[in-house]
């Protein structure tokens, strides 16, 4: 009786762990693609993916994407689970704010 005990104690135990595993990452890699071009208001054929792939972070399952369009980078984290968007940042890149290309023109004055 106690064999069959542990064993159907064990039996749970895993049933239990592999129901939680799946739901960990129940939105699949092109669904958390769409959630994150949403995000950024962009289509899929106007940007450059650079970077697409499943990570865990805080215990939780991930996928993180870059992308571009034109100049700006976007970097977009999504929950696995829930197709959640964990993390959002936007860097243009290329612009010169400072307003500095004119200065070479400064030795000619």
């Known amino acids: 009786?106690?064999?069959f005990l542990a064993a159907t104690l064990v039996a749970i135990?895993?049933?239990t762990m592999t129901a939680g595993a799946l739901a960990q990452g129940k939105v699949t890699l092109d669904q958390a693609k769409q959630a994150a071009l949403k995000r950024a208001g962009i289509k899929a054929t106007e940007v450059r993916f650079t970077k697409a792939h499943?990570?865990?972070?805080?215990g939780r399952k991930t996928f993180e994407?870059?992308?571009w369009k034109g100049?700006?980078?976007?970097?977009v984290e999504i929950d696995a689970a829930t197709g959640r968007v964990r993390d959002y940042d936007v860097?243009?890149?290329g612009y010169d704010y400072d307003?500095?290309?004119d200065d070479f023109f400064d030795w000619f004055d």
Do not use: A, L
């Open 71 to 75: 100049n700006t980078e976007y970097d």
């Open 99 to 101: 307003d500095d290309y």
């Open 13 to 15: 135990m895993v049933v």
């Open 65 to 67: 994407f870059e992308f």
């Open 91 to 93: 860097e243009r890149h």
């Open 54 to 58: 499943q990570d865990w972070d805080d």
């Open 1 to 3: 009786m106690k064999k």
